[in-house]
């Protein structure tokens, strides 16, 4: 089954600051990856698709993108509202594989 | 407004069974696929059942597989967890979610999310 790594596991920053996060397939798979944003007893909220089509609602700071086996999210400027774990997440349609990775926190420095 | 509201989550004991419910409003529920995702206490998510819209096409993940049934109702706007031979691991918040494709055909993603139902496993 395709396994999904996120790094960093977690991370410190500044509002202002630009974050990056990266999500890594153990195998190949297109660009079927979603981002979501979770904050704490919250459900997900979806922000990016298809590795890098934003959803409708979300703001331009959050991008999207795909090399290889790597897909990354980005945040051009960090904003009190964004301190929360973000999650990737594939689908797969044959086989059928529904996956998300382990997370990454982001919080205050 | 899209509204997903899950129900049935409470305290059951380790071998036990439980039927959760999600009711679905204010979209076509018939047309979109649904999915069940849970979430262990101060863990990450997990992807337990997905379900296509004509009940076709369904996935278990391996943690759950021949334990745990998904169903639906369109007729009721509705989708269901059957689960029996509960352990200690199932214990977390099960959200009820609507999968939407986007311009990859036949891929699916979580775009709504209901706010969760808790089943806690223990004796």
């Known amino acids: 089954a395709i396994q999904l790594t996120q790094s960093p596991s977690s991370l410190s920053a500044s509002v202002g600051d630009r974050v990056a996060i990266t999500c890594r397939a153990s195998?190949?798979?297109?660009?079927?990856v979603a981002w979501y944003q979770q904050k704490p007893g919250k459900p997900p909220r979806l922000l990016i698709y298809d590795a890098s089509t934003l959803e409708r609602g979300v703001p331009s700071r959050f991008s999207g993108s795909a090399s290889g086996r790597d897909f990354t999210l980005i945040i051009s400027s960090l904003q009190p509202e964004d301190f929360a774990t973000y999650y990737c997440?594939?689908?797969?349609?044959?086989?059928?594989?529904?996956?998300f990775g382990p997370g990454t926190k982001v919080d205050f420095k | 407004e899209v509204q997903l509201v899950e129900s049935g989550g409470t305290l059951v004991q380790p071998g036990g069974s439980l039927r959760l419910s999600c009711a679905a409003s204010e979209f076509t529920f018939s047309s979109y696929s649904m999915t069940w995702v849970r979430q262990a206490p101060g863990k990450g998510l997990e992807s337990v059942s997905f379900i296509n819209s004509r009940s076709n096409t369904i996935y278990y993940a391996d943690s759950v597989k021949g334990r745990f049934t998904v169903s639906r109702d369109n007729s009721k706007n509705s989708l269901f967890l059957q689960m029996n031979s509960l352990r200690a691991e199932d214990t977390g918040v099960y959200y009820c979610?609507?999968?939407?494709?986007?311009?990859?055909?036949?891929?699916?993603?979580?775009?709504?999310w209901g706010q969760g139902t808790l089943v806690t496993v223990s004796s």
């Open positions: 979610a609507r999968a939407f494709s986007g311009a990859l055909h036949g891929i699916y993603y979580p775009d709504y």
């Open positions: 195998q190949g798979i297109s660009s079927t």
């Open positions: 997440q594939h689908f797969n349609d044959f086989p059928l594989v529904f996956s």
